[in-house]
């Protein structure tokens, strides 16, 4: 069950929220509990990088481990091949 809290905003802003409020047809106290869940989900998934896929290193396996050698020539090699093609 949720639990009561007292936050104190400045005129302007209760007016902005009040006014939002009125708008979505909704009260106050729900604008405010949908944006600090919204700033909460958005905090959580502030995770570093690796932080979010450090689960899956070491996971997968396969492929060429060389794929990356010399792709600037191999690059060149496929254009060169698709404009003979031509």
Do not use: C
């Not at 069950?1 to 009260?27: C, F, N, W, Y």
């Not at 959580?44 to 050698?69: C, F, M, N």
Request: glycine fraction near 6%.
């Amino acid at each position: 069950m949720a639990s009561p809290i007292t936050l104190r905003l400045d005129p302007e802003i209760r007016r902005k929220v009040a006014q939002i409020a009125r708008r979505k047809g909704t009260t106050t106290s729900k604008v405010l509990r949908e944006a600090i869940t919204t700033w909460v989900d958005r905090e959580e998934s502030a995770l570093s990088a690796y932080e979010q896929i450090k689960d899956l290193i070491g996971s997968v396996h396969g492929g060429d481990p060389h794929r990356s050698t010399d792709m600037g020539k191999k690059f060149t090699q496929l254009l060169k091949a698709r404009r003979n093609q031509s």
